[in-house]
């Protein structure tokens, strides 16, 4: 069973980058069989998906976020990380990394970490 | 995007009842779908994929149904830990798109 960790600061000033890893255990990142995705949630609020990246670094995200998204893996570290630019308020939520199956469901979860966007 | 639409937003059940959740896609997705359950301050879990197949270990009474643009998922009787939010999710066409989800609370 694949265990994530997400792992970065709780805290980001407003206009700068939100950079968060997730550090995966129990299997490879380099397996063809995920993808691996970063997924928010909104205080009281649903789930929405970001963006997803395989093991070759093939990438795909929310269109709406896509300008201020990227991104990326590390194999050597069996990580792989987030970064959100130019951050607002609106992008204060608990940040949750997961395997995701065939790239179509996540299957294991991290447990997820609070960000607060704030002066 | 696909957009997934959860009816109700809540659900009141007593215990030992049977709920049934509802999951509507804008588009078809075929059988791409998958459902999550999620406790207070816990991560997503995911119950159901390909909208009928139980995940490891989720109990029977957790049961998905549907294709196409209509999904059902019923808990058959309800037990205390299934008080929770449930999401849909599509993975037909990216990008990925969750349902706003379904609170089941105890009536």
Known sequence: ?119 | EIVMTQSPATLSVSPGERATLSCRASQSVSSNLAWYQQTPGQAPRLLIYDASIRATGIPARFSGSGSGTEFTLTISILQSEDFAVYYCQQYDTWPLTFGGGTTVEIK
């Open chain 1, 1 to 119: 069973q694949l265990q994530l960790q997400e792992s970065g600061p709780g805290l980001v000033k407003p206009s700068e980058t939100l950079s968060l890893t997730c550090t995966v255990s129990g299997g490879s990142i380099s397996s063809s069989n995920y993808y691996w995705g970063w997924i928010r949630q909104p205080p009281g609020k649903g789930l929405e998906w970001i963006g997803s990246i395989y093991y070759s670094g093939s990438t795909y995200c929310k269109p709406s976020l896509k300008s201020r998204v990227t991104i990326s893996v590390d194999t050597s570290k069996n990580q792989f990380s987030l970064n959100l630019s130019s951050v607002t308020a609106a992008d204060t939520a608990v940040y949750y990394c997961a395997s995701y199956n065939s790239g179509s469901f996540g299957d294991s979860w991290g447990q997820g970490t609070p960000v607060t966007v704030s002066s």
